[in-house]
């Protein structure tokens, strides 16, 4: 069965950090591509990051950039999320996803920052 199940939200406070995990099942986390978005109350869901299939190119959202690291474990076949630094308007939902056919998600985990 193909499925994203994410794991590691939390509440922090601001500047400390927390690791998401998505556990993939029924493929390979390096054989398509993968990432992050998130959906903050009452916002469009946005783009965080993204690893591709082939070279493992990582991409960041303008926001994010320098505070969070997308990376894969082929071992775990797990993708993940390492967010430092977090910032109170990191505060949202987040969604892992492949580019899988058609695209699928996890069921999102709650991240909240505040002091």
């Known amino acids: 069965q193909v499925q994203l199940v994410e794991s590691g939200g939390g509440s922090v406070s601001p500047g400390r950090s927390l690791r998401l995990s998505c556990a993939v099942s029924g493929f390979a986390v390096t054989s398509y591509t993968m990432g992050w978005y998130r959906q903050a109350p009452g916002q469009e869901r946005e783009l965080v990051a993204r690893v591709t299939v082939f070279e493992g190119m990582t991409t960041y959202a303008d926001s994010v950039k320098g505070r969070f690291t997308i990376s894969r474990d082929n071992a775990k076949n797990t993708l993940f999320l390492q967010m430092n630094s977090l910032k109170p308007e990191d505060t949202a939902v987040y969604y892992c996803?492949?580019?899988?056919?058609?695209?699928?998600w996890g069921q999102g985990t709650l991240v909240t920052v505040s002091s």
């Open positions: 996803y492949a580019e899988y056919s058609p695209r699928i």
